[in-house]
């Protein structure tokens, strides 16, 4: 499945929070999809991103530069994204409206990895949703909720039926981003 394709999946938490349970899931399903020889690589660029400025949208800054090849050049991205004030993460909002005028996003394979527990983040996912709509991004939602007693000492998640359940969602994008490159 991996050797079909030589770009990596890029994951991007929606939490600044350096102790973020979405960052850890992030690192978590990294690591699992690597023994499938999925190269997942987690990039932190939403926190160095200048506030969004349609005056720059076509000349944009630097950092905004890289943001949009990296997603460009990504097989598929991999979103794990808390709900902060019934919706997305500000850092977040700012990249994605960075991207829109890119098209780095445009039929990409975009797992929206929840981490909440059940009955939480509905309203985060319905924006984003809508955000990844003007996209046109190809999305889908995995679920694997992780509560704060399944990390371990130093914040990592350990849990083996968790670490496989990221693995499993790392494999369905990864089969995803096969399967859409080769169309």
């Given at each position: 499945?991996?050797?079909?394709?030589?770009?990596?999946?890029?994951?991007i938490s929606g939490s600044l929070r350096?102790?973020?349970?979405?960052t850890a899931a992030l690192r978590a399903a990294a690591a699992a999809a690597a023994r499938d020889g999925v190269?997942?690589?987690?990039?932190?660029?939403?926190?160095?991103?200048?506030?969004?400025?349609?005056?720059?949208?076509f000349?944009?800054?630097?950092p905004v530069l890289r943001f949009r090849?990296?997603?460009?050049?990504?097989?598929?991205?991999?979103?794990?994204?808390?709900?902060?004030?019934?919706g997305i993460p500000g850092a977040l909002k700012?990249?994605?409206d960075w991207m829109v005028g890119s098209g780095s996003l445009y039929r990409k394979p975009v797992g929206l990895l929840h981490v909440a527990p059940p009955g939480r983040g509905a309203h985060v996912r319905e924006a984003l949703d809508h955000v990844l709509r003007a996209h046109n991004a190809d999305v889908t939602h995995h679920t694997a909720p992780i509560a704060q007693r399944d990390r371990?000492?130093?914040?990592?998640?350990?849990?083996?039926?968790?670490v496989q359940a990221l693995r499993t969602?790392?494999?369905?994008l990864a089969h995803r981003a096969s399967a859409s490159r080769a169309a």
């Open positions: 499945m991996a050797a079909q394709f030589s770009q990596p999946i890029l994951a350096r102790d973020s349970i979405n190269v997942v690589r987690i990039d932190d660029s939403p926190r160095a991103l200048p506030h969004f400025d349609p005056d720059l949208e000349f944009p800054p630097e090849q990296a997603c460009a050049d990504a097989t598929g991205v991999l979103l794990a994204v808390p709900e902060y004030t019934f700012n990249a994605l371990d000492a130093n914040g990592e998640i350990s849990d083996p039926q968790i969602v790392v494999g369905k």
